[in-house]
């Protein structure tokens, strides 16, 4: 008799339950660990950009401007601002704004653009108040007019947003739990919302 070579019916259906578990248990973590990457990449890239434009504004001693911009990819791109204009997942560019327009003039420099952070669209990333669609530093690294929040969210809701706080001073920091220890970030002891 001739031995044959293969998997019988009982074990390959072992072996696709087995898999079939493997999978249920990992692909949730694997999403959760993509959300939370994007999440950290684009608040990271945010943060370092408002550094940027801080320092720049302190070594170059004049005034510079972040703002929000979804035309980086031209020669000339142009700050969003009013109603309906994004949030900063759409892009940004620092430039310098000596003649404090706020908007990039003839003969300001570019100093750096950002393209449109890749997220999916159940995500936002908007700013409060006085940074909904730039930030502004002076000579000495205040952002005078330009402090406020950017928050962070996705469909996961409060407990996973995260923010950055910029102070009148201007600083930049990411928003931490300080109070009630029930994993909700909070300014200045009020819980921050993805309504």
């Known amino acids: 008799m001739q031995k044959r070579n293969g998997f019988t019916l009982v074990e390959v259906i072992v072996t696709l339950a087995i898999a ?25 890239e945010l943060a370092t950009a408002l550094q940027l434009a801080r320092n720049s504004a302190i070594t170059q001693r004049t005034r510079v ?3 929000k911009s979804n035309n980086t990819s031209v020669a000339a791109p142009t700050c969003r601002t009013g109603a309906g204009s994004g949030d900063w997942l759409q892009g940004w560019m620092i430039f310098t704004d000596p003649n404090n327009s706020g908007t990039l003039d003839g003969g300001e420099t570019i100093l750096r653009v950002h393209g449109a952070i890749d997220s999916n669209t159940n995500v936002s990333f908007a700013g409060n108040n006085n940074v909904t669609n730039r930030v502004s530093f002076n000579a000495q690294g205040i952002a005078l007019g330009s402090n406020g929040t950017i928050l962070y969210c996705d469909p996961r809701g409060n407990v996973f947003a995260k923010a950055l706080v910029i102070s009148v001073g201007g600083q930049i920091r990411q928003a931490l739990d300080e109070t009630g220890n029930d994993g909700i970030v909070d300014i200045q002891g009020t819980n921050i919302s993805c309504v």
């Open 20 to 44: 079939a578990i493997v999978l249920s248990i990992g692909v949730p973590s694997f999403q959760s660990y993509i959300q939370n990457s994007r999440q950290t990449t684009a608040v990271n």
């Open 65 to 67: 401007v972040l703002c």
